[in-house]
């Protein structure tokens, strides 16, 4: 069972996985359906499984004693794994999915997943006693296809719970996993996280309504 995030407005979020089936009628990977309070929301992640299985490996590295993100990071709570496309970026992004279908176009919903530092002081005000406390924090934002938008505010651990709870109802569709790989416990994947295995023979069977609704608002 998927449990819901919960977001900063007090909604509950769900992100339920849906296989994806070649011609066939196999299995071969997930899409993301998004649940607010019971009502569906949109629907992302064009075969994402195999890269959110990369991203839990990795959020685990980097969470472990020893690791580079242990070094600068005392709590295990502020470690993430850095991205590997992030540049100097303010807020590098884990993930953003954008398309269920390769036709979709952007508002059919979003999920994006970026870190965020912040900083607050720790003692009292105007002393010279008082510290600095800086936080990193992974904050997952979805957009719907009505074009409203939510917010949810996670520590790694809390991230690392999400992808564990969503890989292994992932594993229930999937029970192959991708190319081959089980969903959970899945090594990192060579090259990165950009790293995809081959596509299978044809596309999904199914398709849903492309639908154009701009952003309005995040709460």
Not at 40 to 58: I, K, P, T, W
Not at 106 to 128: D, H, I, K, N, P
Not at 168 to 174: H, L, P, Q, R, T
Not at 191 to 199: D, F, K, L, T, Y
């Amino acid at each position: 069972m998927v449990h819901g995030l919960r977001c900063l407005d007090g909604s509950d979020l769900a992100v339920v996985p849906v296989a994806s089936l070649d011609r066939g009628g196999n299995p071969f990977e997930v899409t993301l359906e998004l649940w607010r309070d019971g009502d569906s929301f949109g629907a992302v992640g064009e075969r994402c499984g195999y890269f959110l299985a990369d991203l839990a490996v990795r959020v685990a590295a980097a969470r472990a004693d020893g690791s580079p993100q242990a070094a600068r990071w005392a709590d295990p709570d502020d470690r993430f794994p850095e991205p590997s496309t992030g540049g100097g970026a303010r807020e590098p992004e884990l993930f953003a999915f954008r398309y269920r279908d390769r036709g979709d176009v952007m508002s059919t919903g979003e999920l994006r997943c970026a870190l965020r530092t912040s900083s607050m002081w720790v003692g009292r005000q105007q002393s010279a006693a008082g510290r600095w406390r800086i936080a990193r924090r992974a904050v997952i934002e979805a957009w719907g296809a009505s074009g409203r938008g939510v917010r949810a505010v996670l520590t790694s651990a809390e991230l690392a719970r999400f992808l564990a709870e969503l890989l292994a109802e992932a594993a229930k569709s999937v029970p192959g996993g991708v190319g081959g790989r089980p969903f959970t416990g899945a090594p990192p994947v060579p090259g990165g996280a950009e790293g995809r295995p081959p596509a299978p023979d044809g596309p999904e069977q199914a398709e849903r309504p492309v639908r154009t609704v701009p952003r309005i608002s995040m709460t």
